[in-house]
């Protein structure tokens, strides 16, 4: 194989922006986003703090906790003497984030609004109303910044856990360049040990589960609510056995375990027929229907700068994930003249879903590169 050709230098090189007192912070009401404001309050700068506004007000299928949000908000605010304004991006989010969701899934695939609503609404359309008036925004992301060469570069966080620079893989360089991490040199526990410190009523508030913006709302009752139900058979893939019926393809997804309401498991989805509303499943934890080595990915999109150009079709070594947990996978890299690249894993990968981001690191693991929608074609 080929030397990884790589940003390089990235161990001890924090970004170190000139930060001015001109700061924007998206605060959320949680508690990672009033230990920014608190952090930043302590090292003596005066932010303006800004609520996003997105949600489905009224509706019988989620609990929006816009009510609580702006109680924890409008303390913090009072608390530090900053201004506060809610900014509300409610059909911004409906017109691009949702409906992307809302097709994904229609075609069968396996959507990550989360990534999608960082990349349009929060550095997106935030930075185009309100954003570009400040030097810097400030987040509660678990993430860091470097300067590699001169150039700002996504790096992952020191809590493995918390880390979320895979919901982050698709922003531009120009959102990267002006945004603050100040939460990505903390573990977790040590930001709840601030909160406690410090005071603030999110303090023990726990951490939203739900959809980006949408507060702590059911997967599959969002997805009804838009698509409704539509019965259709579970078949086992290798014999052609009905095991059951489900209420639309939609609601599963490649990999997928639990949910299945069937007996005599593990059961786990290997395939869809989106055109004959089927899914179909494997039973056991080894079934090889469950695994694969390679994956493609489209429109690769790299945060900074592309490291493979001048090198198509050699495989690079890189670090990865295919959705989001802790572990990082290591694999080879080829990047094609069309934009798109392949990637194989030294490790069978489980469930691998098209339509989910593939999201590609330096082998040390340090900075994120970018990442591409996955395909297995």
Known sequence: MNTPILPQGAANMAADKPVSDHIAVLISGGVDSSVVVHLLCEQGYHPALFYIKIGMEGTDFMDCPMEED?????????????????????????????????????????????????????????????????????????????LVDGLHWLGTAVDPVKDQTDFLAQIDYLQLSKLLFPLGGLMKQQVRAIAEQAKLPSARRRDSQG????????????????????????????????LGQHKGFWFHTIGQRKGL???????????????????????????????????????????????????????????????????????????????????????????????QFGVVYTPDRRLCIGSGEITLS
């Open 70 to 146: 702006m109680e924890m908000v409008t303390w913090v605010a009072r608390r530090y003497g900053l201004p506060l304004e809610v900014v509300d991006l409610h059909r911004d989010y409906w017109d691009s984030v949702a409906q992307y969701a809302l097709q994904k899934i229609r075609q069968g695939l396996t959507p990550n609004p989360d990534v999608m609503c960082n990349r349009l609404i929060k550095f997106g359309c935030f930075e185009q109303r309100v954003g570009h008036q400040f030097d810097y925004t400030a987040t509660g992301h678990y993430a860091t910044t470097h």
């Open 211 to 242: 959809i980006c913006f949408l507060g702590d709302i059911n997967y599959n009752d969002f997805v009804r609510r838009f698509l409704g139900e539509q019965a259709g058979p579970i078949v086992e893939w290798e014999t052609g056995r009905l």
């Open 261 to 355: 309401g069937l007996s005599g498991g593990p059961w786990f989805v290997v395939a869809k027929n989106v055109d004959e509303n089927v899914v179909y499943v494997s039973r056991g934890y080894d079934t090889p229907l469950q695994y694969g080595h390679q994956f493609s990915m489209k429109a690769f999109h790299c945060i900074t700068a592309n490291p493979w150009l001048g090198h198509e079709e050699e495989p690079q070594e890189v670090a990865f994930k295919i959705r989001h947990t802790p572990e990082f996978l290591t694999g080879h890299l080829t990047w094609h003249a069309d934009g798109s690249c392949s990637l194989h894993s030294e490790a069978p990968l489980q469930g691998i879903a098209p339509g």
